[in-house]
Structures are given as C-alpha cells and as structure tokens.
C-alpha cells in the first residue's frame, strides 16, 4: 500500500514539474513576440500592438509647410560704423538739441549737459587747493592760472556737446533732465552712406534662428511695398541678447534719399533710410532632408526621445531621429516624410 502511495506522489510532482516549463516556455514565445525587431537603424517595428481605425491612441499627419511659429523682428537701418559723443563732466542733460535722424555737421550743437552744484562745489574746493600750494609755492603763474579757473566756475555751469563730425544722429541718450556721469556716451553719429538694417533681441534666439532664413515685413504705409530680408549675420551678446544683420532683396535698397513720398523710388525699389524702422516676422524653415513635427508626438522627451509612426498596414513603427531646430511649438526630424502619421504619447 504505501509502495502505491509512493508511484501516485511521484506521478503527481512529474505533472506539476512538466505544467511549469509549459507555462515559461508559453510566456517567453509571448515576450519574444513583444520584442521589438529592429530593421534599420533608427527605425524599430513593434508587433503585437494595433494602430488601426479602432485604436484609441491620438495620432497626427505630419505636414509640409505647418506653422511652427516665429520670431518678431523689429529692426532699424543704422550705421554699420559710428561715432561716439562722450560728456566730459557729470550733470543733467539740460537740452537736446537734436533728435535720432537729423544731418549735422562737424561743430554743429547737440547735447547740453548742466552740471549739479555739488560738482560746482566739489571742483571749487579743488581749485582752492590748488591756489593755496601756489602761493606756498610762490608760483605766480600757476596761482594767475588757478585764480581764473575759480572765476569761471560761477560762469561754466553747463556744457555744449558738440558733432566731432558729419553725419546723421543715431541716438540720444535719455531724456531731458537724465542724470549723466563722466565719459558716458550722449549721441551716436552715423555715416549715412553706409548703413545696414539690423535687429536687436533681449533674449537668445541663435538657436531658432540660422543665417539665410527669410524675414518679411509688412507694409510701412499707404503705397508701399512690403519687403522681404534675409538673415546676413546673427551673434549672441554678452548680456545674453542677439543681433542679426539683414541682407534686403532686390526690391529694397538703403541708405538712398531718392524716394518718393510713398517710400518708393521712380524705378518702383523700396528706399530705406537711416533710422527707418520696419517690423516682420522670420519665417523658421527646417533644413533639407528634414520635416517638422510637433513637440507634441514625441515619447520619452530627453534623451532616448523617439516617435511612433504607423506603416501602410497600420503597425506602429518605432523612430529614433536626429532632432534638429526647436521652436515652441515643433521641432525639426530626419528619417520621416511628410504625410506620415505620427501616434501621440
């Protein structure tokens, strides 16, 4: 009896032996078939997953020319070189006498500075001093000298900036009653034969923004033609701004005074003119080989980012691509074209 007892318990752990390595034997056949294949680089098909009508993932066309936003341009025709008013003493500026855009001549006003009565009391004391060691010194040129100095003083109680050279005024600084310190730079000057139409940004767009993208500003006015711009030249700044220069099409020329009243030359060109302000929109372009996509569809944003995209019997596909230029809204992608359908996350 107990031999019979003994051949079932070991009958019964064979089956309960041979039940276990079916059952991992079935689940690694499942786990295999949920492995991804990879078939080239970049690109992974994943079986067993369905991105059919009847799925219920959100999915979204990638598109030729989609919007993906832009950067504002607001820019000015300046001097590609100018030349710097400097103030000599520290004051309040007391008059303007020019404004952005006005032709000046070498002597010409400018800026009036008028000094406070604490620097008048200061440089007073200075003089004072000076007066003293000259006569312990027994210097009468030098005390003749300091002597004038201190009668000047009650009479000198503003200073006249001059134009150091012809030109046309780019810029003044502040406004009327502005405090000023010594060596501070009032007016820029231009040279109104050579200008250039530039932008400046308070943030860092180089990395939206390349060399030979395309800007289009808008209408100016009644009657005149809007114009199209290239970016010549972009550099970030020290305090962490950009500038960008402007390469303008055939349509536009700057720097001329040949123009009607509509901003418009008799050949029908766009006449631009130091201190024209125009403002556009860059038009961002992804590269050749490249699509947009939105921000949107991309899984595991960071590194291993990737996309889903589905195949012509409704699979979902896996891609690795190289992004490239960003903007808010999408980003541009190798290894997809346009027209394909990418699964959001």
């Known amino acids: 009896m107990s031999g019979e007892i003994g051949r079932l318990a ?9 039940g276990l390595v079916v059952a991992t034997f079935a689940a690694g056949g499942c786990a295999d078939n949920l492995e991804p294949r990879r078939q080239e680089r970049g690109v992974v098909a994943v079986s067993g997953e369905d991105a059919g009508p009847d799925s219920p993932r959100q999915t979204v066309v990638i598109e030729e020319s989609p919007d993906v936003g832009g950067v504002t341009v607001n820019a000015v025709v300046v001097g590609r070189d100018s030349v710097e008013v400097r103030t000599p003493t520290a004051g309040l500026v007391a008059d303007a006498m020019v404004e952005p855009g006005d032709r000046v001549l070498v002597g010409d006003p400018l ?40 009668g000047a003083l009650d009479t000198s109680l503003s200073t006249v900036l ?4 012809d030109g046309t005024v780019a810029s003044v600084v502040g406004r009327v009653w502005t405090d000023v310190e010594v060596d501070d730079v009032i007016v820029r000057l231009s040279d109104p034969t050579d200008t250039v139409l530039r932008a400046e940004f308070a943030d860092d767009v180089t ?4 060399v030979g993208d395309i800007v289009e500003f808008g209408e ?40 009607d009243e509509t901003g418009n030359s008799a050949d029908g060109a766009v006449e631009l003119a130091l201190g024209d302000r125009l403002r556009g929109r860059v038009l961002i372009q992804a590269a050749a080989g490249r699509v947009w996509v939105p921000v949107e569809s991309i899984h595991r944003p960071g590194r ?10 409704g699979r979902l596909v896996r891609v690795e691509p190289n992004f490239g230029r960003r903007t808010e809204t999408h980003v541009s ?11 959001l996350p």
Do not use: C, W
């Open 220 to 259: 100016r006015g009644p009657g005149q033609d809007p114009i199209t711009a290239a970016v010549a030249s972009i550099r970030s700044t020290d305090d962490g701004g950009t500038v960008m220069n402007f390469d303008l099409d055939a349509g536009a020329a700057v720097g001329s005074d040949d123009s």
């Open 10 to 18: 070991l009958v019964k752990s064979v089956l309960i032996a041979a």
């Open 162 to 165: 001059i134009a150091p050279a």
């Open 111 to 150: 800026v009036r500075i008028r000094r406070t009565s604490e620097e008048i009391e200061l440089e007073r004391e200075i003089v004072q001093l000076e007066i003293e060691l000259a006569e312990t010194r027994d210097d009468p040129d030098a005390l003749a000298a300091a002597r004038a100095r201190l």
């Open 304 to 313: 291993g980012s990737y996309l889903l995209k589905t195949d012509d019997h």
């Open 207 to 210: 990395d939206i923004v390349q």
């Open 333 to 343: 992608a190798t290894g997809l074209n346009v027209g394909d359908t990418l699964v």
